[in-house]
């Protein structure tokens, strides 16, 4: 069955410094792949996604992320994080179809 | 481009009132979801339209809970009689079809008291 891991619930790091953010999944097949952040209060904003191709993606905001096939990763970063990237980050999984499946979320605290 | 407008954003209701979501999906998309997210299970795919018709409701939690898309621009979700277990927020997304990015609305936080 297709599943999605964000293994860290919670991470804090200090301004200016750097992010990663971790993705597992499970799937036969080539997954789609997706980030999104959601800001408190507000819905979820695509972060960038992964269909094919150059296995490192660029994204809004500064981050990129890297598609791992053989460790079946599709982890976040960002060189140096800002205040303003303090939100909850969603990784999902796409089948091909219309269904995504959503990780639980990671929750990052930046520190002045 | 407005992007998905949902509306109201923020719902306080009583318990066995019937409660009406509202979603405008953007213009040209032909899929629309309706999300639910909590903190004990996240994120979950209540309905699935494609071209106004749904497709896959599997998700939708009992029968006390229906949706409907009478055209391309709108898409309303029910609640009748709500429960103080369906206090969460519920997104809407659009997307152009497929296995396409889905684009998420702003939410609605419902509280049933």
């Known amino acids: 069955a297709q599943s999605v891991t964000q293994p860290d619930i919670h991470i804090t790091v200090s301004e200016g410094a750097s992010l990663e953010l971790r993705c597992n999944y499970s799937?036969?097949?080539?997954?789609?792949l997706f980030w999104y952040v959601q800001s408190p209060g507000q819905g979820l904003q695509l972060l960038l996604k992964?269909?094919?191709?150059?296995?490192l993606v660029q994204g809004i905001k500064g981050f990129e992320a890297e598609f791992k096939r053989s460790q079946s990763s599709f982890n976040l970063r960002k060189p140096s994080v800002h205040w303003s990237d303090a939100a909850e980050y969603f990784c999902?999984?796409?089948?091909?179809?219309?269904?995504?499946?959503f990780g639980t979320g990671t929750r990052l605290k930046v520190l002045a | 481009d407005a992007g998905v407008i949902q509306s109201p954003r923020h719902e306080v209701t009583e318990m066995g009132q019937e409660v009406t979501l509202r979603c405008k999906p953007i213009?040209?998309?032909?899929?629309l979801f309706w999300y639910r997210q909590t903190m004990m299970r996240g994120l979950e795919l209540l309905i699935y339209?494609?071209?106004?018709?749904?497709?896959?409701d599997s998700g939708m939690p009992e029968d006390r809970f229906s949706a409907k898309m009478p055209n391309a621009s709108f898409s309303t979700l029910k609640i009748q009689p709500s429960e103080p277990r369906d206090s969460a927020v519920y997104f809407c997304?659009?997307?152009?079809?497929?296995?396409?990015?889905?684009?998420f609305g702003p939410g609605t936080r419902l509280t049933v008291l």
């Open positions: 999902a999984v796409g089948s091909g179809t219309y269904k995504y499946i």
């Open positions: 997304a659009s997307s152009p079809g497929g296995p396409d990015t889905q684009y």
């Open positions: 799937y036969g097949a080539t997954p789609y």
């Open positions: 213009s040209g998309h032909n899929s």
């Open positions: 339209f494609n071209n106004n018709v749904p497709i896959d």
């Open positions: 992964y269909f094919s191709g150059d296995t």
